[in-house]
């Protein structure tokens, strides 16, 4: 399975069941050192600012939220997230007009969130790492993820120079696309 229907099928598993999410959480937070998360898999240490507090935080959040629906996929996010995930390999503090990418593929209605993830080896805590928002007080990618407004998404991944790994989140309202396969 690829990495994107990886974050796909992670995604979705949140939105079912933020609850039962939350134990995957509880789980990860095993791996703290003090403040320095520990990849089960390679040893490497990573230095957070909050620490397990913040995994505490989100553990409390999912354990007090409803399920919001599934999204779907479309190909037209898609092609947005690639488009993203090209511009930050080159660089991740790149300021391109969203509208611009999206203009190339379609439009929009409703709500529309771009969610940025660098680093993370597994698609499961890409999502923990998001859900966390460890650092990020105001928790946006948490919001984002679990808005219910949200009914479509594209995702793309790859690798990155500086962060091991880039993963780029497009989800939308409605997508509306030329291509007839959106």
Known sequence: MSFEKELYEEINELRRDPSAYSQKISKSKENFEGNVWVYPETKEGIQTIEG???YDEAIDYLNNIS???ELVQSKGLINISRDFLELFQ???NDKTDINTI???YGSYSGSFRRIVEFGALTAEQAIINL???DGNKSRGNRDALLDENLKSVGICSGKHD???TCSVITA????NSDDSDD
Do not use: D, G, H, S
């Open 162 to 164: 500086i962060y091991r």
């Open 67 to 69: 399920p919001v629906e």
């Open 102 to 104: 999206i203009e190339k």
């Open 52 to 54: 397990p507090l913040a």
């Open 90 to 92: 080159k660089n991740p």
């Open 172 to 175: 939308c309202t409605r997508f």
């Open 131 to 133: 859900i966390v928002c």
